[in-house]
Nanobody, 125 residues
Framework: DVQLQASGGGLVQAGGSLRLSCVVQ????????IAWFRQAPGKEREGVTC????????YYEDSVKGRFTISRDNAKNTANLQMNSLKPEDTAVYYC??????????????????WGQGTLVTVSS
């Protein structure tokens, strides 16, 4: 079975940092684009960032550019999201997802084949 296990969420003050991890099992990790999405209460799920397979090129939603960094370790089947300078508007449940696709994009959640269970990030002001 394919499993994506997200962890690292928690409560942090504005300006603080958190590091999320996504451990993936049951698929050939190198073949998948990995993304982080988030969903705040009452809002639609939105793409935050994604990382391509081979060249590990990264893409970011405008509001997190310069603050968030996605990375992947193909040897450990793990993707990480380092979040710095957190803001209250970053509060959401964060999900990692995997897409067996040719194009790395986080614009269309429906493209993603597998999802983790989500980890809650709460940023207090």
């Amino acid at each position: 079975d394919v499993q994506l296990q997200a962890s690292g969420g928690g409560l942090v003050q504005a300006g603080g940092s958190l590091r999320l991890s996504c451990v993936v099992q049951g698929l050939t990790f190198d073949d998948y684009v990995i993304a982080w999405f988030r969903q705040a209460p009452g809002k639609e799920r939105e793409g935050v960032t994604c990382i391509d397979m081979g060249d590990k090129k990264t893409y970011y939603e405008d509001s997190v550019k310069g603050r968030f960094t996605i990375s992947r370790d193909n040897a450990k089947n793990t993707a990480n999201l380092q979040m710095n300078s957190l803001k209250p508007e970053d509060t959401a449940v964060y999900y990692c997802a995997a897409d067996l696709g040719a194009i790395a994009t986080m614009k269309f959640p429906t493209l993603y084949d597998y999802w983790g269970q989500g980890t809650l990030v709460t940023v207090s002001s």
